[in-house]
């Protein structure tokens, strides 16, 4: 039961049937499968079926919780503890449904295949709404943008246009809002142009780095098994997804497409990869981008400076989940800066150290010899290690700090130790003084580099 649980969880969390079809949000079903998936585990723990349960990130993930709730509730009283629950635990409670749901290989492999498949059905939905003609949509009188529009109260009465000012003209009405936007499967609408899906994936950013931090694993399909099936389906979902982020215009998800194909041809073909992968990479870089880019970098670039202002004036306890967006009217637009604003230096500390365990873990599992583990674990473990490194390069300039979709990935890192455990129990990941200082003076320097780099850019303009 806790793997079924476990795989109809995360679906529910990419794919939100309940936003498609407002009918079924009654029943609320991401709530019931996280109760089958906790109560599944459980009975697996219970019975005896899981019994090595530790892993090297379990102290930090303890570390961000406990900072989490601190920081709150010093900010807001009582209010803040309900932020903490709603943001960390809930995406602490996903990572351990993962970890302890899918800790056999063939669950792990099942888990990732479920992944890449999101990723095609996502990737699909996007290009083909980005192939779609815009159209004159109105918005709700109480609609900021498009963007904070329920997908059942989208209204598009039809009318092509190329800007929003023309939806005034021809039979358009002066007493409401209009978005020139173009509407694609399953309710779903670009925003300024620029694909996307919905949920956690509804921003073009996000959806974006999703498709791309998947790539590493359809490229790991690639070197299993029945190549001469599994490559040409593997090359055209990656070529699918790579004309979705294009489409999406996200600068960062060509970055993270860079991240994730240099250091996977870099280890397979040594220099001669770095050139097979820039190729591959070359077309986004062409043909993404966005018009608007100029002030969109430097409402970022002021976000990023209050919140090096905010960790300044708030070191120990951070100011509290949800009080950056709360101050500034935006979220910081990256990961690591968010954490340590709203928890502070320990928390920042206590979520990078969870993202470096989470790391390690496949890193130390690939670079064993082969033969120490069953065949396919380490080629899993290097898929997760290039997935991992695109995905820290992603969430630098997305506010993905407590996103339950970063805590599947954690989860699947926390599967691989549990796994590589049960094939070899000597086998373990510590993390001694070196990595603590060595965390210490990263998060240092990433909150240094910001400030001098918000610095500049404030000096240059």
Not at 296 to 307: D, K, M, Q, V
Not at 326 to 354: D, I, K, Q, R, V
Not at 413 to 438: E, N, T
């Amino acid at each position: 039961m806790a793997f079924f649980a476990t795989l109809v969880l995360v679906v529910l969390s990419i794919i939100r049937p309940a936003e498609i079809w407002p009918f079924l949000e009654p029943l609320h079903l991401l709530d019931l499968c996280i109760l089958l998936a906790v109560v599944g585990v459980t009975f697996d723990v219970a019975t005896g079926k899981e019994k090595d349960l530790g892993s090297p990130q379990l102290v930090f993930l303890l570390g961000f919780i406990v900072t989490s709730y601190t920081s709150s509730i010093k900010a807001v009283g009582f209010e803040g503890f309900k932020m903490a629950t709603l943001r960390t635990v809930i995406s602490a409670v996903f990572m351990l449904i993962v970890m302890y749901g899918t800790r056999t290989l063939q669950r792990l492999r099942t888990l990732i295949v479920l992944l890449i498949l999101m990723c095609v059905f996502v990737s699909a939905v996007a290009v083909h709404q980005g192939s779609q003609t815009p159209t004159c949509i109105e918005l709700p009188p109480d609609a900021e943008d498009i963007g904070s529009v329920e997908s059942d109260e989208i209204n598009s009465d039809g009318r092509e246009c190329e800007t929003p000012s023309e939806c005034y003209r021809n039979g358009g009405r002066g007493d409401v809002e209009y978005a020139c936007e173009a509407e694609g499967l399953f309710k779903t609408v670009t925003i300024v142009r620029r694909v996307r899906w919905r949920g956690q994936l509804a921003d073009p950013n996000e959806l974006s780095v999703y498709i791309g931090v998947c790539v590493p694993f359809m490229l790991m399909m690639i070197g299993t098994r029945r190549r001469w099936l599994r490559a040409p389906v593997a090359l055209a979902a990656i070529g699918l997804g790579l004309w979705a982020i294009v489409l999406s215009k996200s600068r960062g998800g060509q970055l993270v497409t860079a991240a994730v194909f240099a250091p996977y041809f870099l280890a397979r073909y040594r220099w001669k990869g770095l050139v097979v992968g820039a190729l591959a990479a070359a077309p986004m870089f062409f043909l993404g981008g966005r018009e608007d880019s100029e002030g969109s970098a430097e409402e970022r670039t002021e976000l990023l400076y209050n919140g090096v202002t905010y960790v300044a004036h708030h070191p120990f306890f951070g100011m509290g989940l949800e009080q950056f967006a709360e101050m500034e009217g935006h979220t910081a637009h990256n990961s690591y800066l968010l954490a340590a604003a709203e928890m502070g230096m320990p928390g920042f500390f206590a979520w990078t150290g969870l993202m470096w365990a989470s790391i390690k873990i496949p890193l130390t599992v690939a670079r064993r010899p082969a033969g120490t583990f069953e065949p396919g674990l380490r080629e899993l473990s290097t898929a997760l290690v290039v997935s991992f490194v695109g995905m820290s390069v992603g969430i630098f300039f997305l506010s993905f700090t407590f996103k339950q979709l970063l805590f599947v990935w954690l989860g699947m890192s926390g599967a691989v130790y549990g796994i590589a455990r049960k094939q070899d129990p000597a086998f373990s990941v510590k993390l001694g003084r070196r990595d603590l200082v060595g965390l210490f003076v990263f998060d240092v320097l990433v909150l240094v580099a910001i400030y001098v780099y918000t610095r500049f850019k404030a000096g240059a303009g």
